[in-house]
């Protein structure tokens, strides 16, 4: 481990190719970041990878998990351990260079005066270069407005896994009580968050579709993330339509 203020987790499955390639580019960008990897076991050995790097390089820590599955919870351990570590910013990323390392120093400085910088795709200025299907663009587009309208976020991108927290937003948000995953992880933390009326800002990033490997994504972490913004958006609603009964009485 070097002394920093920043970690960078980013949790891993099947990622074999892209793992050492992106431990050398974030040192390009700046040799004090620490990366914790948060491995589940990847069937393809991206955790024994990871391992040796971690020998070879002494901002690379691992954290491998075993029996368990899951975006969120990786996150989740991971953020765990850069709270017990003492770091003052901790940030999530993908491993499959879809999040560009050299944007994570823009990100920090916007975190002097914020508690979450968010890594966007859908503010001016941010862009997706992907060759996304019909079905993945509408999936991404409308998920993140139907997230947005239905929970009342001021974000056009709620559901990007690039973002970086100050270590008070972290600890406040009761990250075990979280138990969701992939999509519905991240929402659940920027509601919590906003909720809390932290200052949250977002930032545009180009996210470029991965080139090695392949997506995890499933129809369990879309329908997860579909049920959380129904039923998050009904609590809102029916509290709304209870504060108004209220006044009117
Ligand atoms: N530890 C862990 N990491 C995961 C899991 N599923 C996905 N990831 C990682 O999370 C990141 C985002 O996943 P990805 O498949 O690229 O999702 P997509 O970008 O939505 O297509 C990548 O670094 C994945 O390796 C999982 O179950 N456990
Ligand atoms: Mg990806």
Redesign the pocket.
């Known amino acids: 481990m070097v002394l920093s203020e920043v970690l960078i987790v980013?949790?891993?499955?099947?990622?074999r190719e892209n793992v050492e390639k992106l431990v050398k580019a974030i040192i390009a960008v700046d040799e004090d970041f620490n990366i914790l990897f948060?491995?589940?076991d990847s069937p393809d050995g991206t955790g024994e990878i990871a391992f040796v790097l971690s020998e070879k390089f002494p901002q690379v820590q691992v954290l491998r998990?075993r029996g368990e599955?899951?975006?969120g919870?990786?996150c989740k351990d991971g953020f765990n351990y850069g709270l017990k570590l003492d770091f003052k910013y901790i940030f999530s990323m993908?491993?499959?260079f879809?999040h560009d390392p050299k944007d994570i120093p823009r990100l920090l400085r916007r975190m002097k005066n914020c508690s979450m910088a968010i890594g966007s795709r859908y503010v001016d200025g941010g862009k997706i270069v992907a060759d996304w299907g019909f079905f993945r663009r509408l999936l991404s587009t409308w998920g993140n407005g139907f997230a947005r309208l239905s929970l009342g976020l001021p974000f056009k991108d709620c559901t990007s896994?690039f973002r970086g927290y100050r270590r008070e937003i972290l600890k406040s948000l009761e990250l075990d009580a979280i138990t969701l995953d992939?999509y519905a992880f991240l929402i659940e933390l920027l509601n919590r968050g906003y909720e809390k009326g932290f200052a949250i800002e977002e930032i545009p990033i180009t996210y470029v579709d991965?080139e090695k490997?392949?997506?995890?994504?499933s129809r369990k972490v879309i329908l997860e993330a579909l049920i959380l913004v129904i039923r998050l958006g009904l609590k809102r609603f029916l509290g709304k339509s209870s504060q108004a009964v209220h006044t009117q009485c």
């Open positions: 980013i949790p891993t499955y099947n990622e948060v491995d589940d998990r599955r899951g975006y919870v990786a993908d491993a499959d879809s896994g992939g991965r490997g392949k997506s995890k994504l």
